[in-house]
Each structure stands twice: as structure tokens, then as C-alpha cells.
């Protein structure tokens, strides 16, 4: 699932540049060309989700934080405009990267429930039996 829109990324950066990013190959096309957008908006999500789901169990809740769906629509952005992308949108794309890598990291937080409360931590757990072979139960072979 996407964290962010058509809709949004409308709203975000304008209907007219909806329309040009997502028709690089049809300079006259009149229309966002919602395919197009999803698969960038999808594509976005999944780079999100590698870095959160070093933290976090995907999928997230219902209710997407806000800064995901920011981060979500920057990275969308610079996946359209990636052939020649300008300069405010490579350096938003990868400020959005370093927030990421920080928010892996656990030095951001998004404010859900992490992995750190109660879940895989990285470390290992030994579980042993009683001891089987001991001095009383081995006495007749020493």
C-alpha cells in the first residue's frame, strides 16, 4: 500500500506537474496519468518500507503519519524526475534518504510502537535442559 495519494501528490506539487512527470513520453497529454503515478507512489512506499521495517512491523496502522507521506511524495517525485531531476528535488529526495536512514537507526521516531518494545532485538537466547550426565548419575563409570 502506498503512503501517499494521487490526490496528494496533486495537492503537494500541482495538478500541472502531475501531469508533466507523469507523461514524460506525451508533452501534450492534458491528463495525470494516474498508472504511472500509483506505480512511482508504490515504488516510494517500498523504499520507505525498507528502512522502517528495520524498526517498525509492516504494514504500519491504519492512520499514516504525516512526515511519511511528505517523505512518501519527495521520493515519488524524484522517481519521475529522475532522468533529469533539478536540484531542489535531488536534495529533497535525498534529505528525505537521511531522515530514513536516521529513523532506522532509532535516533527518529514516528511515534508507533517500535520493534525495540518487546520484539526481535538482534540478540540471541539460550534455552538448555537440566543437566542429563552428572558425578551421582555417572558414579559407576569414573
Same mark, same amino acid.
Given at each position: ?68 507521506? &511528505? ?5 515519488? !517525485?524524484? +522517481? @519521475?524526475?529522475?532522468?533529469? %531531476?533539478?536540484? =531542489? ?8 534518504? &537521511? ?5 532506522? !537507526?532509532? +535516533? @527518529?521516531?514516528?511515534?508507533? %510502537?517500535?520493534? =525495540? ?26
Amino acid at each position: 500500500m502506498a503512503y501517499a495519494t494521487v490526490a496528494q501528490f496533486v495537492e503537494a506539487f500541482t495538478e500541472e506537474e502531475a501531469i508533466a512527470l507523469s507523461n514524460l513520453s506525451d508533452a501534450s497529454a492534458q491528463q495525470v496519468d494516474a498508472t504511472v503515478l500509483n506505480r512511482a507512489l508504490n515504488d516510494a512506499s517500498a523504499t520507505i518500507d525498507s528502512y522502517l521495517g528495520q524498526r517498525y512491523t509492516l504494514p504500519l496502522p491504519e492512520a499514516i503519519p504525516n512526515v511519511l507521506i &511528505r517523505c512518501c511524495l519527495n521520493i515519488t !517525485r524524484y +522517481l @519521475l524526475d529522475s532522468f533529469n %531531476p533539478r536540484e =531542489d528535488v535531488r536534495k529533497r529526495y535525498e534529505d528525505e534518504l &537521511r531522515w530514513l536512514e536516521k529513523l532506522a !537507526r532509532g +535516533l @527518529l521516531t514516528l511515534g508507533l %510502537p517500535s520493534n =525495540d518494545e518487546g520484539a526481535a532485538d538482534n540478540s540471541s537466547e539460550f534455552v538448555t535442559t537440566l543437566r542429563i550426565f552428572s558425578d551421582s548419575n555417572l558414579g559407576g563409570f569414573l
